[in-house]
């Protein structure tokens, strides 16, 4: 899915006035250099593979990409019968220091946490 071309299709045609602020990042989470954005970003939107070691991964990647900064973490497809992979590493970090503020939208497959400066 990460080479598929209409990933982000939408997001491309839209013209949007903070546009310039937004860079979408594409290919494999478990190999990804993050050495340039540690730090760097204020939001991250997980929707990757939703088997549970990519869930753990995506999670302390975007936690490394926000930095002691803080910012906004959403995932998607939480509470979705298809995945429970998803569902269940989110709900194992519900003791996590910087993650204790997950909350789920109740109706749809979304958890977001705003994380605290460090």
């Not at 299709?9 to 989470?29: C, H, M, N, V, Y």
């Not at 803080?70 to 220091?97: E, F």
Request: proline share 2%; hydrophobic share 35%.
């Amino acid at each position: 899915y990460a080479r598929d071309t209409r990933v982000g299709e939408l997001f491309a045609s839209e013209e949007l006035p903070d546009r310039g602020k937004i860079t979408q990042l594409f290919g494999d989470s478990a190999t990804f250099d993050d050495t340039g954005y540690r730090g760097k970003v204020d939001f991250v939107f997980v929707d990757g593979s939703h088997h549970a070691d990519y869930v753990r991964n995506d999670t302390e990647l975007a936690l490394r990409l926000l930095g002691d900064s803080g910012g906004l973490i959403v995932w998607h497809d939480y509470a979705n019968a298809h995945w429970p992979g998803v569902t269940s590493v989110l709900d194992g970090y519900s003791g996590h220091a910087r993650l204790r503020g997950m909350t789920h939208i109740e109706g749809c497959t979304l958890v977001f946490c705003h994380v605290a400066a460090s």
